[in-house]
């Protein structure tokens, strides 16, 4: 039997079959997140915030633990969407504001332009350029060598 979650500040619902994960429902629902991992567990792009229902959620398991220790911008109320499966009724999910670098493609286009929205960082959810900031091109730089760090590390990072 499907379970109704909320997804905020969107004011969306949406069915997610029992024991499925938040990360399939909010693709249903088209959200933009990235799944840098893979849906491993080893990231930030899936990181959401529970403001309802923890307990119809699956216990933390001791990878999301590692990786939400981690996540700068996490609490007790985080959890990471292809972790947590649902399990009961009255879910409520807030995304994160911001957006990963990884999903920007043309990085240098944003050169001498302000960041429309927090810029952050893909495994520690880090804000790397402040919402409203001007875009340099010494920042470029940094930013795309957090990509590429980024890449590498989940490339030679196994699901041991
Ligand atoms: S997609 Fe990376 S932790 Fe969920």
């Known amino acids: 039997m499907a379970k109704i979650v909320k997804i ?35 990231c930030s792009t899936c990181h959401v915030y529970i403001t309802e229902g923890m307990d119809s959620l699956s216990p933390l398991n001791r990878r999301e633990q590692r990786t939400l220790e981690v996540i700068t911008s996490a609490n007790k109320f985080s959890r990471l969407a292809c972790q947590a499966r649902v399990l ?22 944003l050169i001498g332009r302000r960041a429309e929205e927090p810029i952050l960082h893909p495994i520690t959810g880090q804000v790397l350029v402040q919402e409203g900031k001007l875009i340099t091109r010494s920042m470029i730089t940094l930013l795309q060598d957090t990509k590429v760090q980024v890449r590498e590390y989940l490339e030679k990072t196994t699901d041991a």
């Not at 069915?15 to 491993?40: H, M, P, Y």
């Not at 911001?98 to 990085?107: E, L, Q």
């Open 88 to 109: 009961g009724m009255g879910v409520t999910v807030e995304l994160p504001t911001g957006m990963y670098i990884n999903a920007i493609d043309n990085i240098e286009d």
């Open 8 to 42: 905020d500040p969107l004011n969306q619902e949406v069915a997610i079959q029992t024991n499925d994960n938040l990360l399939s429902g909010l693709l249903l629902k088209e959200l933009t997140v990235l799944e840098e991992c893979g849906g491993r567990g080893m």
